[in-house]
């Protein structure tokens, strides 16, 4: 009887395996594109594992959440790390935010990023650059899906390629807008921004921060440098955090 159950459970787990594996091999490269909150996104260009990431798992869920929560039509953006586009036509297009700054590294990921607004019927304000220690050049880690990609140490480590590079400094000085709200995403690159330099403009900061990147003691110092500047935290969903200064 238990070898029974045994053989039973082992081809249950098979039966799942293999209708995973048939997933991820025929059906998710046929989905080219997609609608979430009503958004279209190009998905053609992206491997399966990201596919069903925006199809089944819940897509920069926690982001969203504390923009919507946050953000108001009259806010002016400056979001760090544009990843393909959604969370910026999400503002746009669902808060109707108007004054909308994308700072993203990699090229190829404003590629799609530019492809997405296009089919949403929305022109970018896309910068190509990281935010770095300083101005002009890093190494930018571009192995595995957009959101694993970070700065890098050295030029001569596979997957790295060479990237425009400006400080927080320089970011905040390029606009041509005074800026309300700082949308945050950048895969420990955070650890970079000098929150000494807000001006008194930005009331609100929402930011995915980055544990293994910054480590224990950057995180605390991250955390005691936005409080320095007056923000208290609003939200937290995952690793997602709103800040607000009165």
Not at 70 to 79: G, I, K, N, R
Not at 199 to 214: C, N, T
Request: aromatic residues 8%; contains cysteine; negative net charge.
């Amino acid at each position: 009887m238990n070898s029974v159950l045994f053989n039973a459970d082992a081809l249950t787990r098979w039966i799942q395996e293999f209708r995973l594996n048939c997933y991820f091999k025929f059906v998710l490269p046929r989905i080219e594109r997609t609608k979430l909150e009503g958004i279209e996104l190009d998905l053609s260009t992206l491997a399966p594992r990201l596919r069903n990431r925006i199809l089944n798992v819940g897509y920069e869920d926690a982001e969203k959440d504390i923009c919507r929560s946050m953000l108001t039509s009259s806010d002016t953006v400056l979001e760090l790390g544009g990843g393909i586009g959604f969370l910026g036509l999400f503002c746009q297009l669902k808060l109707g935010i108007t004054k909308y700054i994308t700072v993203e590294a990699n090229p190829a990921t404003i590629a799609v990023l530019e492809q997405n607004y296009r089919l949403n019927n929305v022109t970018p304000l896309v910068w190509n650059c990281a935010v770095g220690p300083s101005d002009g050049e890093v190494f930018l880690n571009v192995d595995g899906d957009f959101w694993e990609h970070h700065l890098a140490d050295a030029s001569h480590t596979a997957g790295n390629v060479a990237v425009p590079s400006m400080t927080f400094a320089t970011l905040l000085a390029k606009s041509d807008f005074d800026i309300t709200a700082l949308v945050i995403d950048i895969e420990g690159a955070e650890k970079h921004i000098d929150f000494a330099l807000l001006p008194s403009s930005v009331r609100k900061i929402i930011i995915e921060v980055h544990r293994d990147s910054l480590g224990d003691q950057g995180m605390k110092r991250l955390f005691a440098d936005v409080r320095k500047q007056g923000f208290r935290t609003v939200h937290c969903k995952e690793a997602t955090f709103g800040f607000l200064r009165e």
